[in-house]
């Protein structure tokens, strides 16, 4: 079955930096454009960045465009999500989706 699992969040300071990455399974992996999302407590789950299958094109929330890189390892079926310059407003959970298929999520926390 299809398996998404996020892992990398943690505590970090305002400027801080943190790798997230999401492992897959169940599904041929490099054959599919990957996403990665977050929520916000209080507001919708919003899109930040997305990859196309071979990496080679990527979107970006403006909210963190310059700030966050998405990339992916097909051969480690893993797609990462580098964020640095990390802001308060960017605490949340983290989660990474194939088609209707949701993580469990990671949760982000940004605080001095």
């Known amino acids: 079955q299809v398996q998404l699992v996020e892992s990398g969040g943690g505590l970090v300071q305002p400027g801080g930096s943190l790798r997230l990455s999401c492992a897959a399974s169940g599904f041929t992996f490099s054959n599919y454009g990957m996403s990665w999302y977050r929520q916000v407590p209080g507001k919708e789950r919003e899109l930040v960045a997305t990859?196309?299958?071979?990496?080679?094109?990527?979107s970006y929330a403006d909210s963190v465009k310059g700030r966050f890189t998405i990339s992916r390892d097909n051969a480690k079926n893993t797609v990462y999500l580098e964020m640095n310059s990390l802001k308060v407003e960017d605490t949340g959970v983290y989660y990474c989706?194939?088609?209707?298929?949701w993580g469990q999520g990671t949760q982000v926390t940004v605080s001095s």
């Open positions: 989706k194939w088609l209707d298929y």
């Open positions: 990859i196309s299958t071979g990496g080679s094109r990527t």
